[in-house]
């Protein structure tokens, strides 16, 4: 059972912003712990796409952005492209249950 | 170049065991944070457990549907990480991920190998 919560769907048209939200509580993202972001496309083993709230590994396009905020975080998905769509999940750890915690992940969808 | 290969997948009834394993290169095994993640046919991602590096003592943490029937380890020598999978479960089934930790993201991934508990 994922504690942190997401969107199950996102959908936009090519060009379009599309934001994911990742809700938490005070155990995980509320307690300042980092959040990270995933990216993974069918059939394929997930890839960081957002680590530390808001950094981009090397390769990963500035199109894609991270923000967090009290027991929240965001991705911005900016200049939608067909090759964005995936499936993406967030990524704490929880000081209560002393591990980590994904999000219960959300499709998006270019139409 | 970081690379994870896991090896080991297959079928195994209830209560039978299995050991699964990541290989590791690009980079010194017994100094980095390593993580299993599992993710069952169609659903979410899931933590499974956590290795620390020999320095930080090389403990192990797991989560807990799977605390007392996991255990990780590695093998420096073979630059192999392991996932001892005992009293096996139909909800184990999944595929099981290596990644490296780097300041709590599991910064690089491996393919996965599939574990199907069926009888």
């Known amino acids: 059972q994922s504690v942190l919560t997401q969107p199950p769907s996102v959908s936009g048209a090519p060009g379009q912003r599309v934001t994911i939200s990742c809700t938490g509580s005070?155990?995980?993202?509320?307690?300042?712990?980092?959040v990270h972001w995933y990216q993974q496309l069918p059939g394929t083993a997930p890839k960081l796409l957002i680590y530390g709230n808001s950094n981009r590994p090397s390769g990963v396009p500035d199109r894609f952005s991270g923000s967090k905020s009290g027991t929240s975080a965001s991705l911005a998905i900016t200049g939608l492209q067909a090759e964005d769509e995936a499936d993406y999940y967030c990524q704490s750890y929880d000081s209560s249950l002393s591990g980590y915690v994904f999000g219960t992940g959300t499709k998006v969808t270019v139409l | 170049e970081v690379q994870l290969v896991e090896s080991g997948g297959g079928l195994v009834k209830p209560g039978g065991s299995l050991r699964v394993s990541c290989v590791a290169s690009?980079?010194?095994?017994?100094?980095?944070?390593m993580n299993w993640v599992r993710q069952a046919p169609g659903k979410g991602l899931e933590w499974v457990g956590r290795?620390?590096?020999?320095?930080?003592?090389?403990?192990?943490d797991y989560a807990a549907p799977v605390k007392g029937r996991f255990t990780i380890s590695r093998d420096d020598s073979k630059t192999t990480m392991y996932l001892q999978m005992n009293s096996l479960k139909t909800e184990d089934t999944a595929v099981y991920y290596c990644t490296t930790i780097s300041g709590g993201s599991c910064y690089y991934w491996g393919q996965g190998t599939l574990v199907t508990v069926s009888s």
């Open positions: 290795l620390k590096s020999e320095t930080d003592g090389g403990t192990t």
């Open positions: 690009g980079f010194t095994l017994s100094n980095a944070w």
């Open positions: 005070s155990s995980n993202i509320g307690a300042g712990y980092h």
